[in-house]
């Protein structure tokens, strides 16, 4: 679960630590105070999609920080750091993020550097956030198949992972056949391209180490007069005029002559004769190389001639000489399968066939599956919808076939929904109001966080549209959730904010002209003045205090009893 907080400079958060505890935080406030911004802040740190517009006014990166303590051993974001081969002690997970105003970001988790897709990875595992955007998706019915499929994810797993690579498979032996079914004229073009590239590629005869062995040689030709007068001055000073080997010479015998009088000299005089002899060995291998030595202007054409030759192939064919040999065993075979295009079309047609053949068995696996689990998903939404007073709505999951297969199968999915007696199941999108789908988003996550493993799940005003019973019916399931997983909770709600285990306001503030926004958890007293302002508005009076006190005092029996059951 997420234990603390941290924002530095993120919209108009100076700089702010909270600490989280279990079960259920509320973060109530005046509208603008800043709720939200603390919401995105938790959603970029877990890899969302940042942006330059959240670094404050005046400051060169806005800096996040998250410490989530994980207790269950068997919890899969373990594994998922260790194929990372990020480090954890104690269950204790660190994520930080740094959004700078060059638009990069720098990912962290537990101190070691990661790509956004690593953190977006681990971060999803740990934060489930619901908010608005998640009822634009119900409203959209082509995610309504992913819902399902994540439903039915233990039973899918295997048969779709099979579907996926056999459909894989499929695709691109349909490219292929495409390919192979140009008209005529295109397909003459082609295979001229080919033959004329693969002519000028087997004439150039690229080596895979030969462009290296190339610059090398280039090297030494144009720094010729240089190697040469070097390796003169060298050989000079070692036996030439210099006497260098003779000096040591004297030396080498001077120190054998040391050793017979006293031992405690023998490791010196034994490496003054070993620094002789390598010297004489040196001295004999660079007189034999300025012997060969000998400039070749003609050769330094023809190694510049070559190397422009390679160039010249990578501009054409690819970056470097392995992919240009990739790309001519590519060409070599597709022009040997457009020279035997009737050939490979009946071959290709055939595996096609088959292909279609698997994928259709597949698909009806999948679809088999689907609808099973469709059934056990829709008696669980109607469960859930019943107590949060949707007593009357029926729910089902549509299947319509497909003509053609796609990367799901060949199942078209959407979830149909009726609220009135009488009326048939419809579409959702079309027929239910904000606040159902309110309810029904929250139904959905009521049901999969307890397959999920999350272990903070953070819902952003999904109380809008409803007041009343429901407004009570959705703090209670709100409540319910935070049993087994924490629960963060923006809400408007006053019957939310009672269930609270713990609550915090959010305070907008200026000082010296700069915006700044703070939280502060509640104490019991502030937080009955608090329920009380969010029931009646600006005024508080004796009466809505007690009736806040009150709203808290049923909260609390309804927690324990929660508890208890």
């Known amino acids: 679960m997420l234990r603390e907080l941290s924002i530095r400079n993120f919209a108009i958060i100076d700089d702010l630590t909270v600490s989280f505890f279990d079960g259920l935080t509320v973060l109530t406030g005046e509208t603008g105070a800043g709720k939200s911004i603390i919401i995105d802040a938790v959603h970029i740190l877990a890899g969302g999609r940042g942006s330059t517009e959240f670094i404050r006014h005046g400051e060169k990166k806005a800096e996040l920080g998250g410490l989530f303590q994980i207790h269950n051993d068997n919890h899969p974001i373990f594994h998922k750091l260790e194929e990372h081969g990020i480090d954890v002690e104690e269950g204790t997970i660190i994520l930080r993020r740094d959004l700078n105003d060059s638009g990069k970001s720098i990912c962290r988790v537990n ?22 955007h998640e009822n634009q998706e119900l409203m959209d019915e082509k995610h309504h198949i992913h819902l399902l499929d994540h439903f ?19 695709r691109e032996l349909k490219r292929e056949v495409a390919e192979l079914s140009m008209d005529e004229q295109r397909m003459a073009q082609r295979i001229d ?68 009088l006293d031992e405690t000299f023998k ?25 060969d030595l000998e400039y070749d202007a003609e050769r330094l054409n023809e190694v ?47 595996l096609l066939h088959e292909m279609e053949q698997e994928l259709a068995q597949l698909a009806s696996q999948l679809t088999v599956i689907r609808k099973e689990n469709a059934l056990v998903l829709s008696e ?21 076939a497909q003509e053609q297969f796609d990367a799901n199968g060949k199942d078209s999915i959407a979830f149909y929904i009726s609220t009135n007696v009488g009326e048939p199941p419809k579409s959702l999108p079309k027929v239910a109001s904000g606040g159902e789908l309110s309810r029904m988003m929250l139904a959905l996550k009521t049901i999969f966080s307890t397959s999920n493993g999350i272990t903070s799940i953070i819902f952003d005003e999904v109380d809008t549209g409803v007041s009343g019973r429901v407004a009570q019916a959705i703090a209670e399931k709100i409540a319910a959730i935070s049993v087994n997983s924490q629960v963060l909770c923006i809400s408007h709600l006053p019957q939310v904010a009672a269930m609270a ?10 000082e010296h002209d700069r915006t700044f926004t703070t939280i502060s958890e509640m104490e019991e007293t502030e937080r009955i003045e608090e329920i009380s302002r969010m029931m009646s508005g600006a005024e508080i009076t004796e009466l809505t205090l007690q009736h806040a006190s009150e709203l808290i005092q049923m909260a609390n029996e309804r927690k324990n009893a929660m508890t208890k059951g």
């Not at 550097?113 to 740990?126: H, M, N, Y």
């Not at 030709?221 to 040591?248: M, R, T, V």
């Not at 285990?501 to 200026?510: A, F, G, L, P, T």
């Open 111 to 132: 101190g070691k550097l990661v790509p956004l897709t690593v953190l977006r990875e681990i971060g999803g595992s740990l934060i489930d956030i619901h908010g608005q």
């Open 380 to 400: 669980a939404i109607m469960d859930q919808l019943r107590m949060l007073h949707m007593e009357k709505a029926k729910f089902i999951v549509n299947f319509e």
């Open 193 to 260: 391209l080919y033959q004329f590239q693969i002519q000028e590629l087997e004439q150039a005869d690229l080596k895979a180490d030969e462009e290296d062995a190339l610059n090398d040689e280039r090297r030494r030709l144009l720094n010729f007069h240089k190697i040469f007068e070097h390796a003169n001055i060298a050989y000079e000073a070692i036996s030439g005029e210099s006497n260098g080997l003779d000096f040591i010479g004297n030396a080498m015998e001077a120190m054998d002559n040391i050793v017979v």
């Open 267 to 291: 490791e010196a005089s034994e490496a003054v004769t070993s620094s002789f002899y390598a010297l004489q060995d040196a001295a004999y291998q660079i007189k034999n190389a300025l012997d």
């Open 152 to 170: 039915a994810s233990a039973a899918l797993q295997d048969v779709k992972a099979r579907y996926k690579t056999a459909y894989d498979t499929y």
């Open 501 to 510: 285990d713990h609550q915090y306001y959010i305070k907008k503030q200026v």
């Open 304 to 350: 510049e001639q070559r190397l422009a030759q390679y160039q010249t192939m990578k501009r054409k064919y690819g970056t470097t000489v392995e992919e240009i040999l990739v790309y001519y065993a590519k060409i070599e075979e597709e022009l040997m399968q457009l020279m035997n295009r009737d050939e490979t079309m009946q071959k290709n047609e055939q």
